[in-house]
């Protein structure tokens, strides 16, 4: 009579088990932080959590928003990647991390403006100006 050896069939139950939970773990943390196909406008309100760093972002979107018209400011938003990238996260850490990214790079290639008497960068202007107006 041959002897079986329950080692061997819960070392393989037990390997079986550890890859489920390790990729319902990694399931569970891409989709809260997962990137997504930028589809649609309704997106740029992802750009929110960087309105809060900037000061004065009422009146310097309004100013700006006067200036270059709507056009202008999609067109803008497009020729920024960080901030491009930023729509397609879904964390708001990330995101936050690629506008101030972005903040950093306009300022480094010196791509800033004064409005409203505030020294800010581009990407700024059109993150502010995006905010739709106060009624």
């Known amino acids: 009579m041959r002897m079986r050896y ?14 489920a939970a390790g ?13 997504r ?10 750009l929110d959590v960087a309105v809060a760093d900037i ?3 009422a009146e310097i979107g309004r100013s700006y928003r006067a200036r270059v018209g709507d ?12 901030l491009l ?7 708001p850490e990330t995101r936050r991390a690629l506008v101030r ?13 004064v409005e409203n008497r505030w020294v800010v960068s ?3 202007c059109i993150i502010a100006a995006l905010r739709p107006p106060a009624a």
């Not at 329950?6 to 890859?19: E, I, N, T, V």
């Not at 990238?85 to 964390?91: N, P, S």
């Open 55 to 57: 000061a004065g972002a």
């Open 101 to 113: 990214r972005q903040f950093r790079e306009d300022f480094r290639t010196g791509d800033i403006l």
């Open 71 to 82: 056009g202008t400011l999609l067109s803008e938003l497009g020729a920024r990647p960080a």
């Open 23 to 35: 990729v319902l773990g990694f399931a569970a943390s891409a989709r809260y932080c997962d990137r």
């Open 122 to 124: 581009r990407s700024e």
């Open 85 to 91: 990238e930023a729509l397609e996260y879904t964390c």
């Open 6 to 19: 329950p080692g061997r069939r819960l070392f393989l139950f037990s390997a079986a088990g550890l890859a």
């Open 37 to 46: 196909v930028l589809a649609r406008l309704h997106l740029l309100d992802r």
